[in-house]
């Protein structure tokens, strides 16, 4: 006899951050990377080959293989950019970058404001620990084996003092990432309202973490996310004549109509396609008979 129960459906394991991170590199290609947090190096690792990195951590003790040409800082992120030549090793600004130092909010929030200032519009940047799962993983004064301290905060003040930015966040295993582009490293919003800020949001334990938060509302599937046409778009931007304004109607295009964005990119393609066969036919034409020896 057929039970009449309905069958439970599983929920599918969320994607690890890890590999969302290696993903993210393989779909925006960044020539430069910049870490804060190294730890063992596993987030280390997933950079490119082809991509100069820089880590950062006072305590590294690496143990994954690292790949490509890497530099690592042994110092404080705060000692770090307070060099005057903080990104000359780098060559040029960070393309991406991934925050994951200290687990207290006003160390993450100084980490953006000082990495900001060394990218471009098309730049992302990347912070872990977004969804802590219980009131105590957020505490400041860690009292847990899994700790994501309160840096959750940063959604909501990147989403209050500057909504000029686009501010993603991903569902991935475990605490979830923030991703953040549309970047003006002219920006001093948050170096001026810092104090400010401060004094707003870090308070005493126990944490006041919304329960939005701890729903994990508004996060995105992260394999769809990587499917976002968003990524191309981004690593397009890094090419001259691309202003930030003009960048930032992409990126709302590519995260709102990616239907629309492909087509219009494909069209372009296209049209690029047949006007240079049409000069190369013309050159041809052009191109002076040789004489017979």
Request: neutral net charge; contains cysteine.
């Amino acid at each position: 006899m057929a039970s009449t129960q309905a069958k439970k459906t599983k929920t599918p394991p969320r994607m690890p951050y890890l590999d969302f991170l290696g993903e993210l590199h393989t779909r925006l290609r960044p020539r430069t990377y910049l870490e804060i947090g190294v730890r063992n190096g596993d987030s280390l690792a997933r950079s490119r080959p082809q991509s100069r990195s820089v880590g950062i951590d006072p305590e590294f003790l690496v143990k994954a293989p690292l790949r490509g040409t890497v530099s690592l800082e042994r110092t404080t992120s705060d000692d770090y950019f307070a060099r005057p030549d903080a990104t000359d090793w780098l060559g040029g600004e960070i393309e991406l970058a991934f925050i994951d130092g200290m687990h207290l909010f006003e160390f993450a929030l100084r980490d953006f404001i000082n990495v900001e200032k060394h990218c471009t519009w098309s730049s992302v940047i990347v912070f872990d620990d977004m969804f802590p799962r219980t009131v105590d993983e957020a505490a400041r004064d860690r009292h847990t084996s899994a700790w994501t301290g309160d840096v959750f905060h940063m959604q909501d003040v990147l989403r209050t003092y500057r909504p000029d930015l686009t501010v993603l966040v991903a569902d991935t295993h475990p605490t979830g990432l923030l991703l953040v582009t549309g970047l003006d490293p002219s920006s001093t919003v948050l170096d001026a309202a810092y104090d400010e800020i401060v004094a707003r949001y870090v308070k005493d334990d126990p944490q006041d973490v919304p329960d939005d938060v701890l729903r994990r509302v508004g996060a995105l599937d992260p394999v769809k996310l990587l499917r976002s046409p968003l990524w191309g778009c981004l690593h397009r931007g890094h090419l001259p004549f691309h202003p930030r304004d003009k960048g930032l109607e992409e990126i709302t295009e590519a995260l709102e109509r990616p239907d629309d964005y492909r087509r219009r990119r494909r069209a372009l393609r296209e049209r690029v396609q047949r006007e240079a066969r049409g000069i190369a036919r013309r050159a041809k034409v052009r191109a002076p008979a040789k004489r017979p020896g």
